[in-house]
């Protein structure tokens, strides 16, 4: 084995540990917003708009801060 070898072995994994350590995806269980709860989701997320997603990752921000004390 030579070095490129080790490298894509290496890379390879990265690869997989990178992949196995996200989070799953946010998914809506009834077709509706998980944060105002009031309007369908855009396909394949689980928010109605923009919006709602951004004020929804920003109360979890601010929440983690507040447990944390960061």
């Not at 990265?14 to 799953?24: C, E, G, N, Q």
Request: charged share 35%.
């Amino acid at each position: 084995m030579d070095d490129v070898d080790l490298a894509q072995e290496r890379e390879a994994a990265h690869l997989d540990a990178s992949l196995s350590a996200r989070k799953p995806p946010l998914m809506s269980r009834n077709g509706y917003c998980i944060w105002c709860t009031d309007e369908a989701i855009v396909a394949n997320t689980a928010f109605c708009s923009a919006e709602c997603d951004e004020d929804y990752h920003k109360h979890r921000r601010e929440m983690k801060q507040r447990i944390t004390g960061d």
